[in-house]
């Protein structure tokens, strides 16, 4: 199993231009997640999707959009990228059944900068 | 929203002291999750804890889960360099989502 993948691994682009960021798993697991990490201050849930056909807006939305194509993808896109979106982005996946939530299992990040 | 305080948010330490890395919320949480993330890479689960008043180890590493659950803990007991990373907590009290603590960055003088 390669568990949570995640490409590209490093993009450089400049301000305005768009891209989407691609995650997939193969662990059949129902939800999903997509993060941000800015130096000294953690995680913080950008979106998540709870099941195939849903998604539902996390900590920090603004600037970003999601879609859950299927059990296995989840893709984050920036429409317009900011040199505030310059961050770590990590997708991650978890199986949940009813309100107990197990571990989630993360890819190796994508490296964002913006210019 | 939903909070877990982490502290500290560094600790340096000799090889072979100890290292203890606080998660305070100031509500009751369900359950506390704790990952590991190594220099350059991506946070890896450790450990969940449910019950009150729980503690679970792992060799080196000792877990505890508060009597109100309102507070965790992780221990080290004599840090070796391959320990060295940072260390989250996460509530996972809403559903399906999880709140992530900021983290302690722990690094080992050898």
């Known amino acids: 199993n390669a568990g949570v993948t995640q490409t590209p691994k490093f993009q450089v682009l400049k301000t305005g231009q768009s891209m989407t960021l691609q995650c997939a798993q193969d662990?059949?697991?129902?939800?999903m997640y997509w993060y941000r990490q800015d130096p000294g201050m953690g995680l913080r849930l950008i979106y998540y999707?709870?099941?195939?056909?849903?998604?539902d807006k996390g900590e920090v939305p603004n600037g970003y959009n999601v879609s859950r194509l299927n059990k296995r993808e989840f893709s984050l896109r920036l429409e317009s990228a900011a040199p505030s979106q310059t961050s770590v982005y990590f997708c991650?996946?978890?199986?949940?059944?009813?309100?107990?939530?197990?571990?989630?299992?993360f890819g190796p990040g994508t490296r964002l900068t913006v210019t | 929203g939903q909070q877990v305080m982490q502290i500290p948010q560094y600790q340096h330490v000799q090889e072979g002291e100890d290292f203890t890395t606080y998660c305070n919320s100031s509500?009751?949480?369900?359950?506390i999750q704790w990952y590991k993330q190594r220099p350059g890479g991506h946070p890896v689960f450790l450990i969940q804890?449910?019950?009150?008043?729980e503690v679970k180890k792992q060799k080196r590493l000792t877990f505890q889960f508060g009597e109100a659950k309102k507070n965790s803990s992780l221990h080290i007991t004599a840090t070796q360099t391959t320990d060295v990373g940072t260390y989250f907590c996460?509530?996972?009290?809403?559903?399906?989502?999880?709140?992530f603590g900021d983290g302690t960055t722990l690094t080992v003088k050898p």
């Open positions: 991650a996946s978890r199986r949940t059944s009813g309100v107990l939530s197990y571990e989630q299992y």
């Open positions: 662990m059949n697991h129902n939800s």
């Open positions: 999707s709870a099941s195939e056909g849903t998604t």
């Open positions: 509500t009751t949480l369900s359950n």
């Open positions: 804890l449910v019950k009150s008043g």
């Open positions: 996460a509530d996972n009290t809403n559903a399906g989502k999880s709140t």
